[in-house]
């Protein structure tokens, strides 16, 4: 018999690896080029950064606590899951993913790196794409999942 490595399994294993790997980038990754330009210091680059991570973080746990505990890191609907509209989940699919997304780019600013907002916009893009597929599985798990998609954002609350 054949055995599949982990990282590919049918779950979406991969996906978190890379996950992971991106949220190790933006958090230690390198801020700038040697040599190369830094986000200035300016008193509202820095309160804009903090507004963002708090929010971020909020939403992010928020999103977590209304989970409980069905959570999975992977992608595909475990066994027990059920299709949650309520708290975070009506105005984000994903406030998991938004919280995360919104978290990196208010380091950004906070890190001074140009290269961390990036970074950002590479979290940002990974999430979209990851998204794709987790909500073929949710729409294959949950019949009600195409209308609460067309009511409800994906990743940045009220816009996309």
Avoid: N
């Amino acid at each position: 018999m054949l055995r599949i490595p982990w990282w590919r399994g049918a779950r979406g294993e991969w996906y978190v690896v890379a996950q992971l790997a991106l949220f190790a980038l933006v958090a230690f990754g390198p801020r700038t080029w040697p040599g190369g330009p830094r986000i200035p210091e300016a008193f509202g680059l820095r309160a804009t950064g903090i507004v963002l991570m708090a929010a971020g973080f909020l939403l992010m746990v928020a999103g977590i606590l209304k989970i409980g505990a069905k959570l999975t890191a992977l992608p595909r609907p475990a066994e027990e899951a059920t299709l949650v509209e309520s708290g975070p989940y009506r105005i984000v699919r994903h406030p998991m993913y938004a919280g995360a997304i919104l978290m990196a780019f208010g380091w950004a600013p906070l890190s001074g790196g140009w290269l961390t907002l990036g970074y950002a916009a590479i979290l940002f893009v990974f999430f979209d794409l990851k998204t794709r597929r987790e909500e073929r599985w949710l729409c294959e798990r949950f019949p009600d999942y195409p209308a609460y998609r067309e009511r409800v954002r994906k990743l940045i609350p009220f816009i996309y």
